[in-house]
């Protein structure tokens, strides 16, 4: 198994302009197999989807301390059917090797990057976040979570590995959007 380290913010990353305004940043990345996809999209689906039981525990408890600030909640980002997404997450921008997703709100604005870097000796897939504050609740809110944000997303490029981006089904529920079945599968919940 691979083991996931924490990185510098990568320079070839469609985020690099906003690295010097960022309030908060940081970067993770995990080998990739040989065999395994380097569309960062479908690796997107893959890490992002199915997530650890304990993450949607977390997300549920962030929902609930949340929602009395008006900030917007996972569920009302996934019921978007306006915008693209993967899972909650919106898509800003895509590319064969990198995908910006995010969302701008009250408090903050956020853009992760999911970033396939190929070199002589290895493919890596890195997870980069950078964070803008719109105002001193954005820094409480990342104080707050910072820990727990590290560990998901270490976790969501474990969990990835784990379940085979390899075999990485990709089929779409609606544009853009994308799900992970219990079974690991992408699938499509509407015909």
């Known amino acids: 198994m691979a083991r996931v380290a924490r990185v510098d913010l990568p320079l070839r990353s469609v985020l690099e302009p906003l690295y010097a305004k960022a309030g908060f940043a940081d970067a ?5 197999p040989s065999n395994a996809t380097g569309d960062a999209e479908r690796l997107a689906a893959h890490m992002l989807t199915g997530q650890a ?22 569920s009302e980002l996934r019921d978007d059917v306006s915008t693209d997404r993967i899972d909650f997450f919106r898509v800003y921008d895509r590319r064969r090797h990198e995908i910006v997703l995010g969302e701008d709100d009250r408090h903050l604005d956020f853009r992760l990057s999911v970033l396939v870097e190929e070199s002589a000796s290895c493919r890596r ?4 976040t950078v964070v803008t504050f719109n105002h001193l609740g954005g820094q409480a809110y990342i104080a707050g979570i910072a820990p727990f944000h590290r560990l998901i997303v270490k976790s969501s490029l474990r969990r990835a590995e784990r379940s085979g ?5 990709v089929v779409r529920r609606r544009p853009g959007s994308w799900r992970l079945s219990r079974s690991f599968a992408l699938r499509s919940s509407v015909a």
């Open 125 to 128: 897939l890195g997870a980069t």
């Open 165 to 169: 981006w390899v075999n990485c089904e």
């Open 28 to 32: 993770f990345a995990i080998d990739l």
């Open 53 to 74: 039981r304990w993450v949607g525990w977390l997300i549920a408890i962030r929902d609930t301390l949340v929602a009395g600030f008006g900030l917007k909640t996972s």
